[in-house]
Structures are given as structure tokens and as C-alpha cells.
């Protein structure tokens, strides 16, 4: 056991090869949504934390949100607790599928900005 001070993803791997070394399989990792863990532990099945899976979307949807898509992508995140891995990938990929052309625009915010 040891405590990680800051983090880092050579920590992480640190960890990882301190587990190994004491005679360990891993079998898989379960990370948060730091993008660098994935390519560090790419050898690896990894599994995103479902708790971490929601707040990044949350970071990007309203909790109450006007447009019909993001409702209903806000309604698909917070039942991924309900079901497993490949019901909700094919739940998200139909969600993805019947908002393709609302994915695929670009808005202009009041600003002026894109």
C-alpha cells in the first residue's frame, strides 16, 4: 500500500507494477476519466468509474435541460447503473444515431463565437 501524493500517472503506474511484483494478476483497472491512464494502461481491460462517466457529462449538460437531445442523454446517464456495459453502448449508439444531425452542427453563441 502506498499513498499517492499528487496524482501523476507515473504513480499510477508505479502502483500498478508494485501490485505485480508482490505476485498479483490484474485483470483490469477501473480509472477515472484522466485521458493519459488509458494509454498508460492500454495492456490492460480498463473500465471507466461509472461515477466519474457521469459527471463528465454532467459538466456539459444542465440539470435541467431545454433541448430534447440532452434530456434525453442526461436520462441515459443516470440509469448507467441500471443495466451493463453492452445495453448501454447500444443505448448510446441509437442516442447517437437519432441526433446525428444535431451532433454534427455547429452552434454560434451570443457572442458571436462557434
Known sequence: MAFIAHEMVHEYADAVCSIEERGYTIKGIVIDGMKSLFGEFSAYKIQMCQYHMIQIV??????????LAAR???????????????????????????????????????????
Open 58 to 67: 454532467r459538466r456539459y449538460l444542465t440539470w435541467r435541460p431545454r433541448l
Open 72 to 114: 434525453e442523454l442526461k436520462v441515459l446517464v443516470d440509469n448507467i447503473v441500471n443495466g451493463d456495459g453492452a445495453e448501454f453502448e447500444n443505448k448510446y449508439r441509437h442516442w447517437k444515431s437519432q441526433w446525428v444531425d444535431m451532433l454534427n452542427r455547429r452552434s454560434t453563441l451570443k457572442s458571436g463565437m462557434t
